[in-house]
């Protein structure tokens, strides 16, 4: 069985400055590890995923997340935060289920960029 | 063409209503979902179909009926719904069988409110 925590429930931070959101997962099985974004009434957007490789993947927006399989997380991080940014942030895990994805949500993280 | 149209995007519906939410791609996805989402949480998962064929069925109450007409369309027929199924919709696609991993397409959601 897989299972995501996101400890921080809401991380208010500054415009310009670094930011880092939690993710830390559980799994019996090989891990497949996504973060998601919600912005404002709308649906979930794919940020970043770790399949594989390097151990550092990043977004096109400025976003990177680590891969730490001895700590097993998987944080997310931008350097300079966007007011744009201010969204919810959901870590996934990913198991593949022959024709479908059986996918498990941390319980998310609300990003807000104050100005 | 990376969308998956949802429709309509706002539904208010009295207890006794027939009602139907409709979800469209064109990616040549095989599997599609239906999740809901109350706010403040993740998305919670209600069904999968994989190759037009249910593959998931959450324990979701048969006032909720989901519908697969071919392996572009995905609809949930809602009847005599109760107030507490006031939330948002979303639908969402992924490919296949590919062997591995793969990203989640989300719809921007309907948002049904049950009076």
């Known amino acids: 069985a897989q299972s995501v925590t996101q400890l921080d429930s809401q991380v208010p931070v500054f415009e310009e400055a670094p930011v880092e959101l939690r993710c830390n997962y559980s799994s019996s099985v090989s891990v497949y590890l996504f973060w998601y974004v919600q912005y404002p009434n709308q649906g979930l957007q794919l940020l970043l995923k770790?399949?594989?490789?390097?151990?550092l993947v990043e977004s096109i927006n400025g976003f990177e997340a680590e891969f730490n399989k001895s700590q097993t997380s998987f944080h997310l991080r931008k350097p300079s935060v966007h007011i744009s940014d201010t969204a919810e942030y959901f870590c996934?895990?990913?198991?593949?289920?022959?024709?479908?994805?059986?996918?498990?949500f941390g319980t998310g993280t609300k990003l807000q960029v104050i100005p | 063409d990376t969308e998956v149209t949802q429709t309509p995007k706002h539904l208010v519906m009295g207890m006794t209503n027939k009602k139907s939410l409709k979800c469209e791609q064109h990616?040549?996805?095989?599997?599609m979902y239906w999740y809901k989402q109350k706010a403040k949480k993740p998305p919670e998962l209600m069904f999968v179909?994989?190759?037009?064929?249910?593959?998931i069925n959450e324990s979701v109450p048969s006032r909720f009926s989901p519908e697969c007409p071919n392996s572009s369309l995905l609809n949930l027929h809602l009847h005599a719904l109760q107030p507490e199924d006031s939330a948002l919709y979303l639908c969402?696609?992924?490919?296949?069988?590919?062997?591995?991993?793969?990203?989640?397409?989300f719809g921007e959601g309907s948002r049904l409110t049950v009076l």
């Open positions: 990616m040549g996805h095989r599997a």
């Open positions: 770790y399949l594989s490789g390097s151990t």
């Open positions: 179909y994989s190759y037009e064929k249910l593959s």
């Open positions: 996934a895990v990913h198991l593949p289920r022959g024709g479908y994805q059986k996918v498990t």
């Open positions: 969402a696609s992924s490919q296949g069988i590919t062997g591995g991993p793969g990203e989640l397409f």
